[in-house]
């Protein structure tokens, strides 16, 4: 196959971005989307031109480092996985292939394709987590989960942070993010005991970073990898208003 | 409230409010729709509950206002939020496939609003405007027209002669209907009212209710301009 | 030859670690705070143990290359964790788990080490599902667990196969946790470029900011290294594309001894290499091996019309079919441990029986399960009493799609065959590295100061993993043992203060690492770094993989030393050293695997025995199983550098077998 790419460059996050036009050819469709770049990046270090910077890692869908905006859609064409899982064949010869980085307040810029989520790990330093030191745990086996809570905070839980979320809202909410967490942990009675604080320093933590505001579109359940549901903003919400009708804080 | 969990301040609280304030709109719609429906049937009943709402003390000083509040509240409150929204993402994408993942009624709620605002402004200047002058103005509570019969009926019947103003009607009630398209069920979630028994119905109900309603009064607008 | 000193406590095997738990030296609260840990790495042991120490009261410092702590590799394990807990009643113990570990080590771990390992194991799972990770659960709402390789109980916690990111996870919360407190300071995409020695001591590190390319010094009383094990040395390996071995080669060079580099884990169910633009290797989890029948065709006509695509999998009739785990192994089965299991798909691709057009491949099959194991119980539960194979079909599918879906459709979106429908193709590839940085009970290297947690150290598991155990040892090492030994080394440091970093020590450190990065950015080299990778890689995996032999392995020694030097004239980087350059951070690493790679085959040689992950051809059993030496090797081989092109020195650390008699593996 033979690809016209327009890959968003940008040197760093003081200067201006834009696209550039690449043409990519011999690509087989069992490439991997990633695949495709390294051979693309390949020619380039060849031609004595800057290799594109992009965010990826484990390459099996799971760390969350990959990003990009492939036809403008986050993670590219096909619902239910990441860039690092898309293939070739999804996309025939002759296509033109527009690459964006992730583009939101809260996610600026470093390089070319590359953002800075660290945002994402503010937001749990906020509140992510439950607070039991190590040591200090009773018997797995006390305490006793209902098999469909379990199922339903293992489903919030499988959220791997990359980001699509907020790139394909298009209000740039983080809101799918935050409240598969704070659903995760709701669910759970090990995460009851904090769960008002939790919702309340959260949501403060995301609106900080400059996240836009939830209107329901429901994109971020399409786009997102790991198909985290709406279930869980709903959930989000109800925790939180009742957490600031009754908080005493 | 600390500052913390200002009930203005954050954005989960911002779409409860937004959420209320349209589900009270809904509320106040349907009422609207009834007493417009009764315009077709009935106009002695039409006259007669037009005649109630207009002069009831509790109605006009006290619902009213917060009906208005309301409004006010939600088109401020649906820009503010659109300015904040827009600032969230200062560098758009250049190329975007946003219909792949949601709907346009979803996206374009800000268009749709500003319709409806706009047909309000024209709906006051036909109706409420009148209304209030001749009310509290002229201070003519009687709500009758010179004839000695209510005005009411009449003056309905009158603004639908004019087949621009039909058509402009009916071009803010699609809006309308898209607009309540994603807004009636959106209300609910924003409220985190979501159960996979009940929210089927809700959905349903929602579109029930956004394609019935601005039907009906698109209908009733349609029935005055052709029977008169 | 020096001796080593493992310092394994005195006393029996079940009481060791409880003694020395009890008289270990400890650091009162109030000195904590004044001391300074660094902490290379945030997978499973450095998450893990930069919390604990955190919550102790230590002021910790954690680095991480990637954008995120919650990206490391831990994150891609799948299918589960042991802990002998017997929930199950099926007999299990934490004897039974240090002698399956030892065993399925073949044998080359130190028991003491693996005893404590077991014995903890328990406590990890309670930690976890204290800190919110969602295992999985039976319909009472107590844990569920699933059986892995080389073990007849089932043991395993899993959470779907996801059970690695969740984990993580949990220990991403509690570093969140303690990052918040301000405990614990957080450095992401800085990447640890060398170890600082002062008088013998760790006492801090230079690290690079990959965004900016600023070299910065950090100090620290002790360092611990949880950086993962060094697979990608192969170019293709499950590992994920930034892992690397560099934290521990700079240890190496600077004084820790290297242990059993050569044990190499190969697993043996990974999606096939498809063609040369290959950049990873894709796991499909162990787990599978429960359900998924593995085979080769019987007849080699089959086996060759099915690599032309003449066939396929599901025209072979059941007769035809070789399911040649169960043939060898009727015990365990398509459950054996991974190094068996992957030498004999090996040992039948090599005979032509291979099912993929490079006939590289075997079948990994669940019809048979899916049908008449899953849908037949389900077909039961429903009161269908005369099913058809339709409706068994349909009804197993469904039990199967919720036990392995996501792994299913990884597998049809890479590539691109639907494996409810056909059978699987799966081909042995690196995974995981038994051999790392020498440990003593501690987990000290011989650097005093200097720690590796994880896969990063030699340690539990011999020259064999055994599934789910590497989850287990990595948190083990972090929230259970280090901050017990720990105190051991730190106690004596309280009166040390803060580390300096404007010493002659940290200025020779600083220097070399700048000249590198100066030589990699203004070499004007013709070849990418991924080139030199790519033949690294394929000379590793053709003559220090699966198979080796004395012939092989000198010619690959020669090979990489041809390819290091063509490397430092030819590499060429593109762009500059003071912004975001991945190919520079790239050349780094690979600079470091070349380097690595030979060792592991020095290694290799002169281990003349097979035993776990390490095969070497000249020694097998008639039926072609592995044949250790144990009266020659039973040691651990500690490598000490020595100087650069200069033969390292061997130490031995002999594996003392007071409670395992050592026997020939037998998994019959």
Redesign the interface.
């Given at each position: 196959m033979k690809l016209l790419l327009k890959i968003w460059r940008q040197k760093n996050a003081n200067t201006q971005g834009k696209l550039v036009e690449y043409v990519v050819d011999h690509v087989s469709p069992d490439m991997s989307f990633l695949e495709m770049l390294d051979v693309l990046n390949e020619n380039l270090v060849d031609k004595n031109e800057e290799p594109i910077a992009f965010d990826h890692d484990c390459r099996e869908g799971i760390c969350g480092m990959c990003s990009l905006y492939i036809n403008g859609r986050a993670h590219g064409p096909q619902t239910g996985v990441t860039t690092c899982q898309l293939h070739m064949r999804s996309f025939k010869d002759g296509d033109t292939i527009y690459i964006e980085p992730w583009k939101a307040n809260g996610f600026p810029v470093i390089r070319d394709l590359v953002v800075d989520r660290s945002a994402f790990d503010r937001i749990i330093q906020a509140g992510g987590y439950v607070s039991v030191n190590t040591g200090a745990a009773q018997d797995a086996n006390c305490i006793p989960v209902s098999k469909q809570d379990a199922d339903k905070a293992f489903s919030a839980a499988t959220c791997i942070g990359c980001g699509a979320c907020v790139a394909t809202c298009k209000n740039a909410s983080a809101m799918l993010f935050v409240s598969a967490k704070v659903s995760q942990l709701a669910l759970l009675p090990q995460g009851k005991i904090e769960a008002k604080d939790r919702v309340l320093n959260m949501v403060k933590q995301m609106d900080t970073e400059g996240f836009g505001n939830c209107t329901n579109t429901g994109a971020c359940e399409i786009e997102c990898p790991k198909g985290i549901s709406l279930e869980n903003i709903a959930r989000m919400n109800r925790e939180y208003l009742v957490a600031t009708l009754s908080s005493e804080k | 409230m600390s500052e913390q969990t200002g009930l203005l301040k954050s954005s989960l609280s911002k779409k409860y409010l937004m959420a209320i304030s349209g589900l009270f709109l809904i509320l106040f719609l349907t009422q609207h729709f009834i007493i417009n429906l009764l315009s077709v049937f009935s106009a002695e009943a039409f006259n007669n509950t037009s005649h109630f709402m207009g002069t009831n003390p509790l109605i006009q000083f006290v619902i009213q206002p917060i009906l208005i509040f309301g409004v006010v509240f939600h088109f401020v409150m649906g820009f503010l939020l659109e300015k904040q929204n827009r600032a969230a993402r200062p560098q758009k994408y250049a190329f975007s496939n946003p219909s792949a993942n949601s709907t346009w009624m979803s996206r374009y709620m800000i268009l749709s609003g500003a319709v409806i605002f706009w047909f309000l402004a024209l709906h006051f200047y036909d109706f409420w405007f009148p209304e209030i002058n001749t009310k509290f103005i002229q201070g003519d509570m009687s709500g009758l027209s010179i004839d000695g019969n209510f005005r009411y009926h009449e003056e309905l019947i009158h603004k639908f002669t004019n087949p621009i103003r039909v058509s402009i009607y009916i071009l803010a009630f699609i809006f309308l209907s898209l607009h309540l398209l994603h807004g009636f069920q959106s209300a609910f979630q924003s409220l985190g009212a979501r159960h996979p028994k009940y929210t089927p119905c809700i959905k349903n109900l929602g579109t029930l209710y956004a394609v019935a309603i601005p039907l009906g009064f698109a209908i009733i607008a349609i029935y005055h301009f052709f029977s008169h | 030859m020096t001796k080593i000193d493992s310092k394994i406590p005195q006393g029996t095997i079940d009481k060791k670690w409880s003694d020395y738990k009890s008289h270990v030296k400890l650091v009162n609260p109030a000195n904590k705070r004044a001391i300074d840990i660094i902490v290379v790495g945030s997978g499973l042991a450095g998450a893990?143990a930069a919390?604990?120490l955190a919550?102790m009261g230590y002021s910790v410092k954690v680095f991480c290359f990637?954008?995120?702590?919650?990206?490391?590799?831990s994150?891609?394990a799948q299918g589960g964790i042991n802990a002998a807990?017997n929930?199950k009643n099926d007999g299990d113990s934490v004897f039974r788990l240090f002698y399956d570990t030892i065993k399925g080590g073949d044998y080359r771990a130190r028991e003491a080490n693996v005893h404590r390992l077991a014995e903890v194991s328990a406590?990890i799972?309670?930690?976890?599902?204290?800190?919110?990770?969602?295992?999985?659960?039976?319909?009472?709402?107590?844990?569920d667990n699933r059986s892995f390789g080389g073990t007849q109980v089932q043991r395993t916690f899993y959470?779907?196969g996801?059970t690695?990111?969740?984990l993580l996870?949990g220990a991403?919360?509690?570093l969140?946790?303690e990052?918040?407190k301000g405990n614990i300071q957080?450095y992401?995409r800085h990447e640890m470029m060398d170890v600082v020695v002062i008088n013998g001591k760790a006492r801090g590190i230079i690290a690079r900011n990959l965004?900016n390319g600023k070299i910065e010094r950090f100090s620290g009383h002790a360092v611990l290294l949880c950086t993962g094990g060094y697979g990608n040395v192969f170019f293709l390996s499950?590992n994920?594309?930034?892992s690397n071995a560099s934290a521990a080669w700079k240890a190496y060079k600077r004084g820790a001894f290297f242990g059993n580099p050569c044990y190499t884990q190969i697993h043996p169910t990974c999606i096939p290499v498809?063609?040369d633009?290959?950049?990873?290797l894709?796991?499909m989890s162990e787990s599978l091996r429960n359900d998924g029948r593995i085979w080769v065709p019987k007849k080699k006509e089959d086996a060759i019309a099915i690599q032309q695509g003449k066939k396929t999998g599901n025209d072979i009739p059941e007769e035809d079919r070789d399911y040649y785990l169960e043939r060898r192994y009727p015990a365990f089965g398509n459950l054996v441990p991974r190094d068996v299991a992957s030498r004999a798909a090996k040992e039948r691709c090599d005979a032509g029986f291979g099912v993929n057009a490079t006939g590289q491949a075997v079948f990994l099959d669940f019809a048979y399960n899916l049908k008449y194991k899953y849908g037949k119980t389900e077909a039961t539960k429903k009161g269908i009493h005369s099913p058809t194979e339709q409706q068994l079909y349909d009804l197993g599918k469904e039990v199967v799609k919720e036990k392995y879906g996501n792994l299913f459709?990884?597998y049809m979106?890479?590539t691109?065959e639907n494996p409810y429908e056909v059978p699987m193709k799966i081909y042995p590839a690196v995974h995981y590295t038994m051999g790392g940085l020498w440990v003593d009970y501690n987990l000290m290297t011989t650097v005093p100061g200097l720690y590796a947690l994880g896969e990063a150290n030699f340690s539990d598991h011999g020259a064999n993993r055994l599934g789910a155990s590497a989850l287990m040892q990595g948190l083990a090492d972090g929230?259970?043992v280090i901050?017990y030994t720990i105190g051991d080394y730190l106690a004596d440091e309280i009166r040390t203060g803060k580390i300096p970093t404007h010493t002659p020590e940290f200025d020779e450190a600083e220097k070399i690492v700048k000249e590198r990065i100066h030589f990699f950015v203004n070499n004007k080299g013709s070849k990418?770094v991924?080139h030199f990778h790519k033949r690294l890689g394929k000379v590793m995996w053709d003559k220090c993989g699966m198979a080796r032999n004395e012939k092989g392995l000198k010619e690959a020694i020669e090979e990489i030393k041809q390819i290091r030097q063509e490397f430092w004239k030819e590499v060429?980087v593109?762009?500059s050293d003071t912004?975001?350059?991945?190919?520079l951070d790239k050349a780094t690493r690979v600079a470091d695997f070349l380097e690595l790679a030979e060792l592991m085959c020095t290694d290799a040689l002169h281990r003349n025995e097979s035993c776990g992950g390490h095969f070497r051809e000249e020694y097998q059993t008639e039926e072609g199983e592995a044949k250790r030496d144990d009266e020659h090797f039973a040691y651990v081989a500690a490598w000490e550098f020595k100087g650069n092109e200069i033969q390292p020195q061997l130490h031995q650390e002999q594996l003392v077998f007071e409670n395992i008699k050592l026997v020939q593996r037998s998994y019959k």
């Open positions: - | - | 893990s919390a604990s919550e990637q954008d995120s702590p919650r990206r490391a590799h994150i891609a807990k929930y406590n799972i309670d930690q976890c599902v204290a800190q919110g990770v969602p295992f999985a659960r039976d319909y009472g709402g107590l844990l959470a779907a996801q690695g990111q969740q996870l991403y919360s509690a969140s946790k990052i918040a957080m992401n965004v499950t994920a594309m930034g498809s063609g633009h290959q950049s990873k894709t796991l459709d990884m979106q890479i691109g929230y259970f901050p990418s991924d060429k593109p762009g912004e975001f350059n991945p190919e």
